[in-house]
Nanobody, 124 residues
Framework: HVQLVESGGGSVQAGGSLRLSCAVS????????MGWFRQAPGKEREGIAL????????YYADSVKGRFTISQEHAKSTVSLQMSSLKPEDTAMYYC??????????????????WGEGTQVTVS
């Protein structure tokens, strides 16, 4: 079982930056795909970034490519999302996710077994 706890959300002006962190605990010895999803009010959840625990291969949705960077620190058991050039349309609840196996560029909600509670990001 895996536990995920997000932090770092908040309010920022358009064009600004914000860094989200996800504390990972539990059974993470096995090969896991980690990622970030977001959900804006009235919209479906959107997968935006993936990283594999082994090797660190990353994948991004077109909506955030070039502006967001996903990374991980094994020693601290954290997965982070550095967000730059933020836009009002980036306003959403952001969720850390995990699932065993390779990422395979899958950004579908049902592909992930574990979800954090989320952290709110507001861009004005």
């Amino acid at each position: 079982h895996v536990q995920l706890v997000e932090s770092g959300g908040g309010s920022v002006q358009a064009g600004g930056s914000l860094r989200l962190s996800c504390a990972v605990s539990g059974n993470t010895v096995s090969s896991y795909c980690m990622g970030w999803f977001r959900q804006a009010p009235g919209k479906e959840r959107e997968g935006i970034a993936l990283i594999h625990r082994d090797g660190g291969n990353t994948y991004y949705a077109d909506s955030v490519k070039g502006r967001f960077t996903i990374s991980q620190e094994h020693a601290k058991s954290t997965v982070s999302l550095q967000m730059s050039s933020l836009k009002p349309e980036d306003t959403a609840m952001y969720y850390c996710v995990a699932t065993p196996g390779w990422c395979n560029r899958r950004l579908e909600t049902h592909a992930f077994d574990y979800w954090g509670e989320g952290t709110q990001v507001t861009v004005s």
